[in-house]
T-cell receptor, first 111, second 113 residues
Framework: GQQVMQIPQYQHVQEGEDFTTYCNSSTTLSNIQWYKQRPGGHPVFLIQ?????EVKKQKRLTFQFGEAKKNSSLHITATQTTDVGTYFC???????????FGQGTTLQVKP | SAVISQKPSRDICQRGTSLTIQCQVDSQVTMMFWYRQQPGQSLTLIAT?????????ESGFVIDKFPISRPNLTFSTLTVSNMSPEDSSIYLCSVAGGEVEAFFGQGTRLTVV
């Protein structure tokens, strides 16, 4: 079946360092979404990317969607302790319309 | 954005019993989904709750174990039946904002002892 792979699984950074998580799908996606889950919380929608090669920014966060619509990345510039949490990508299958979640990247930020 | 109320927020249950989780949305939505998030894991889709018809289950999930109701466009329930410790997870309902994002309830943290 369709899979969405996300790396790395864990990332520890010093506050102020940058952070990137990568997401790859085994099939073409109609769109990709990113969520953040704080410890003890539920996933919160961050952004959706739809177009091939699309780049969107939210303050220190930059999201990219690959040209082939099979991969995506989230980059955080100058991390802060408030960035701590698990970041999930979720690809929407072009075939089934279902959201398939990646395994998530858990970010720890040392002050 | 949709506001989703899910309850209970957490529960500790004895093995062999059943727990019903409720999900209430503040507006009518077409698509409602139930996910499971095992400790330290990602989200796995259990089923799509269909209004007026039987839920559509994903591979590995069956109606006898996870019966779902969807009596109207704002409400759904998921029952975890005949629970075992392996069912200890966070259960989340979500709704789709059109084809856009998914809004999640705050989740139900279930511990089976």
């Amino acid at each position: 079946g369709q899979q969405v792979m996300q790396i790395p699984q864990y990332q520890h950074v010093q506050e102020g360092e940058d952070f990137t998580t990568y997401c790859n799908s085994s099939t073409t996606l109609s769109n990709i979404q990113w969520y953040k889950q704080r410890p003890g919380g539920h996933p919160v929608f961050l952004i959706q990317l739809v177009k091939s090669g699309e780049v969107k920014k939210q303050k220190r966060l930059t999201f990219q969607f690959g040209e082939a619509k099979k991969n995506s990345s989230l980059h955080i510039t100058a991390t802060q302790t408030t960035d701590v949490g698990t970041y999930f990508c979720a690809g929407r299958s072009s075939n089934t319309g279902k959201l398939i979640f990646g395994q998530g990247t858990t970010l720890q930020v040392k002050p | 954005s949709a506001v989703i109320s899910q309850k209970p927020s957490r529960d500790i249950c004895q093995r062999g019993t059943s727990l019903t989780i409720q999900c209430q949305v503040d507006s009518q939505v077409t698509m409602m989904f139930w996910y499971r998030q095992q400790p330290g894991q990602s989200l796995t889709l259990i089923a799509t709750a269909n209004q007026g018809s039987e839920a559509t289950y994903e591979s590995g999930f069956v109606i006898d174990k996870f019966p779902i109701s969807r009596p109207n466009l704002t409400f759904s329930t998921l029952t975890v039946s005949n629970m075992s410790p392996e069912d200890s997870s966070i259960y989340l309902c979500s709704v789709a904002g059109g084809e856009v994002e998914a809004f999640f309830g705050q989740g139900t943290r279930l511990t089976v002892v």
